[in-house]
Each structure stands twice: as C-alpha cells, then as structure tokens.
Nanobody, 123 residues
Framework: QVQLVESGGGLVQAGGSLRLSCTES????????MGWFRQAPGKEREFVAA????????YYTDAVKGRFTISRMNARSTVYLQMNSLKPEDTAVYYC????????????????WGQGTQVTVSS
C-alpha cells in the first residue's frame, strides 16, 4: 500500500520560495510516476507537475513553468517541488500523488494521495 506524507508548506511573501517534500512509505516509489496537484479555496483540484520513475521527463502546467521544479530521489523515496517566484495565486493546499505507469495530468489517473500541505503566499 502506498502512503504519502507531504511537508514543507507554510506562509511566504510574494516573490519568495518554498520547497515541498513528499515521502512514500511503501516499497514501490522507484516504479511510480509522482505528481503534485493543488486546490485553492473554492476551486477544483488542478494538476501542477509530474515526474516519471526515472526522473527524466518532468512535466508542468503552464502556470508554473519556469518557476517550479519537480525532482525525485528514489534512494530516499522522496519527491520534491521547488517553488520559486511565488505569487498570491499559488496559494492552495498542495497534494502529493502517485501512479503506476507514465505521466498523467488527471486526478483519476492517480491511485494514491497525501493529506496535503498548505501554501500561502501573501502580497
């Protein structure tokens, strides 16, 4: 069973940076595609970024390209989301997620979810 635990959220001023981490407690991390989604108040959950098992094909939604970087360290069963040049519109609960197979951008494609971590960007 895949269990995901996120950390690293918090309050930051616009233009600042945060790094989110997500650790998987099972034994399947190195074979899974890992992703990040976010949900702002009153909005639907949306795709942010994903990275395949080898870490060779990161994919981003247009809104974060050039500002966010997804990476993974299979030896530590951890995926990261480095967020730079943060904007107030990045404020949301960020969720780590996992799926067997290749990259995906739809919630329904992912089979495991973390509890979420709050990111708040003040203007």
């Amino acid at each position: 069973q895949v269990q995901l635990v996120e950390s690293g959220g918090g309050l930051v001023q616009a233009g600042g940076s945060l790094r989110l981490s997500c650790t998987e407690s099972g034994r399947t991390f190195s074979t899974y595609t890992m992703g990040w989604f976010r949900q702002a108040p009153g909005k639907e959950r949306e795709f942010v970024a994903a990275i395949d098992w080898a870490g060779s094909s990161p994919y981003y939604t247009d809104a974060v390209k050039g500002r966010f970087t997804i990476s993974r360290m299979n030896a530590r069963s951890t995926v990261y989301l480095q967020m730079n040049s943060l904007k107030p519109e990045d404020t949301a609960v960020y969720y780590c997620t996992a799926r067997p197979g290749g990259l995906g951008t739809r919630q329904s494609e992912y089979t495991a979810w973390g509890q979420g971590t709050q990111v708040t960007v003040s203007s």
